[in-house]
C-alpha cells in the first residue's frame, strides 16, 4: 500500500502553507504598523516626565482596544485618581481618548473660548480630522476634574480645571470633546461617545476615569501603580 501523498495533494498541501504564512506575515504587519501609529502618537502627546507603567486589553462599546498608563518617573502622586497620562487605542490604531492629570497644570490662567476652540479644531485636524468634518460645538466651558496629591504625608484632593470644547459628530450621532490645559494644549480627548438619551447616561466605557477604575472589578482595574 502506498502511503505517500501523490502530487496533487502535496501542491494543495504546499499552497495552503504558502497562504497560510502570506496571511500570518499579513498580520504581523498590520500588527506592527499599528503599533507604530500608536507609539508616533503617544510620543507626540506624552509629557518627557513619565514613564510607561500598565498596559492592558480592553473592550470600548464592544470593540477591542488598548489602555495604557504612564506616570511620572519620579513617582510623585502616582496611585489611582493621581498625577498619570493614559491612552485608549483601538485595535487598529485609532487614538479614542487620552488624559493629562498633571499637578503643573493646576493654578494658571484659563485660555479663553475663543482660543480654546482654536487649539481644540487644530489638535482634531492633527489627531482626528474626519472629526471636523460635521462637528457641532454643544458648548465650551470650564470643566473640572478632581486631583488627588500628597503632601507632607497627608493626602489632599486638589482641582484640575480646563476649558472643554463638547461637541458632536453629526455623522454618527456620537460625542466627542477637546478639554484645553492652563497651559493651552489638550489636556483630556475623548471621541465615539454613546449617549444613552434615556435614562440619561453614558454607555461608552471610562476607562480614563480613574474614579470609574476604582469601582471595576479587581480583575479590570489599573494595577501596579
Excluded: Y
Excluded at 507609539?39 to 488598548?66: C, F, K, M, N, Y
Amino acid at each position: 500500500m502506498n502511503n505517500k501523498p501523490n502530487r496533487s495533494a502535496r501542491v494543495t498541501l504546499a499552497v495552503a502553507l504558502v497562504a497560510t504564512s502570506a496571511i500570518a506575515s499579513t498580520e504581523s504587519t498590520e500588527e506592527k504598523s499599528t503599533m507604530s501609529q500608536e507609539a508616533s502618537i503617544s510620543a507626540a502627546l506624552l509629557p518627557s516626565t513619565h514613564v510607561q507603567a500598565d498596559r492592558r486589553a480592553v473592550t470600548v462599546d464592544g470593540e477591542r482596544a488598548v489602555l495604557t498608563r504612564f506616570i511620572r518617573d519620579d513617582g510623585r502622586n502616582a496611585g489611582l485618581g493621581g498625577e498619570h497620562f493614559s491612552t485608549v487605542f483601538s485595535e487598529t490604531g485609532v487614538l479614542k481618548g487620552f488624559t493629562n492629570m498633571s499637578l503643573e497644570l493646576v493654578g494658571k490662567p484659563l485660555p479663553t473660548r475663543e482660543r480654546t476652540e482654536q487649539i481644540a479644531r487644530s489638535f482634531l485636524q492633527d489627531k482626528a480630522p474626519d472629526l471636523l468634518e460635521r462637528m457641532e460645538i454643544s458648548w465650551i466651558e470650564p470643566h473640572d476634574e478632581p486631583l488627588k496629591t500628597v503632601r507632607n504625608g497627608r493626602t489632599e484632593v486638589v482641582t484640575l480645571t480646563g476649558m472643554k470644547v463638547k461637541a458632536r459628530n453629526l455623522a454618527d450621532g456620537r460625542w466627542f470633546w477637546v478639554i484645553v490645559g492652563r497651559d493651552e494644549k489638550p489636556m483630556v480627548f475623548e471621541r465615539d461617545i454613546v449617549w444613552i438619551s434615556f435614562p440619561g447616561k453614558r454607555k461608552t466605557e471610562k476607562w480614563l476615569h480613574d474614579a470609574w477604575l476604582v469601582e471595576q472589578p479587581a480583575s479590570t482595574s489599573t494595577a501596579g501603580v
